[in-house]
């Protein structure tokens, strides 16, 4: 399970693996291993025609590296892979979400002392004290500070973190109005920078043209579906096929979990809704007998060729 394939100045969901890593994880798999599509892996299942040492690369979120920047990294190595895109950010003018919080909070800038939200009715108060001011050095130093660190360098990172946990369970519409009220407090433009713009239509369109790539469906807005009830969650799931059907002219095969969050409810509604299998976030092999709608995977990091072909090993034996 990868995110994102590019350089990033600062990667604090931890989500992005340069393009050179990439290639080195890609020559690894052509070489050692046997690079299928997600659809050939299921099908293969129920009769165990999967071949040994198979391996399937997948993508989240949908960001425009994965065409520009992985892309011709899997077309050299004939590759497949699947994306799994959020629908309802395909087109827009504004950044992820999550995305938003590194541009408001974690790059340079002046912010107001105190913020007071209003998260789905209770009041979320911050005091950012001297960190309100948030120097080219300051980010310098804190740049490699990331989510899965146990310390946080100041309060910027604190809030961060806090916020995020605050607005992950949040329903779409809920969650773009704490954006918007984190707009307002930091006197923010809701715009994308060009490394965090999602795809374009048109993008999406000339993915799917290269043949190697499946995309499949991330639901609309990005939501921890288990926080969610049954009703939204359908929708989330339904929505976003037809929109990636209505954009691509072709049955969405494949679903994911935004953050693998799901209820063995959500898992029955992704099969009735018609798809044929999904990838969660749970670390494992596929076996034989595995429910095809919910598919572990295992997250790369930005990891250097000899610690990804360490990893596969460990992973898959010798
Ligand atoms: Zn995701």
């Known amino acids: ?45 129920p009769d165990g025609k999967v071949p040994t040492r198979a391996v399937v690369v997948t993508f989240d979120d949908g960001y425009p590296d994965n065409l520009h920047e992985a892309m011709p990294l899997l077309e050299c190595y004939d590759i497949p892979a699947t994306m799994f895109v959020t629908a309802g950010q395909v087109g827009s003018q504004r950044e992820p979400w999550w995305d938003e919080l590194d541009r408001l909070l974690l790059q340079p800038g002046m912010l107001p002392p105190k913020l007071c939200l209003n998260i789905d009715g209770s009041i979320f108060d911050f005091q950012l004290g001297e960190a309100s001011t948030y120097g080219a050095q300051d980010y310098r130093r804190d740049r490699g500070w990331h989510i899965a660190r146990e310390d946080d360098p100041g309060p910027r990172q604190h809030l961060f973190r806090k916020l995020l946990a605050a607005i992950s369970p949040l329903e779409g519409t809920e969650r773009e109005k704490v954006i918007n009220d984190l707009l307002v407090w930091a006197g923010a433009e809701p715009i994308a920078r060009p490394t965090h713009r999602p795809l374009t239509i048109d993008e999406l369109v000339q993915l799917q043209k290269c043949g190697l790539m499946e995309v499949g469906a991330h639901t609309m807005t990005h939501p921890n579906l288990a926080d969610m009830a049954a009703a939204q969650q359908r929708t989330e799931i339904r929505q976003s096929k037809q929109t990636l059907e209505a954009i691509l002219n072709r049955p969405m095969m494949s679903f994911a979990f935004p953050f693998g969050s799901s209820t063995s409810e959500t898992v029955a509604m992704v099969r009735e809704e018609g798809f044929t299998c999904a990838c969660s976030t749970r670390s494992d092999l596929v076996f034989r007998g595995v429910n095809r709608f919910y598919l572990p995977r295992f997250t790369v990091r930005d990891w250097d060729g000899e610690k990804f072909g360490h990893f596969l090993r460990w992973w898959i034996g010798d």
């Open 1 to 45: 399970m990868y995110h994102r394939v590019t350089n990033l100045p600062n990667d604090p969901h931890l989500v992005a693996v340069t393009p050179k890593y990439f290639g080195d994880h890609m020559e690894i798999i052509r070489k050692h291993y046997m690079p299928i599509s997600l659809q050939q892996l299921v099908k293969g299942l």
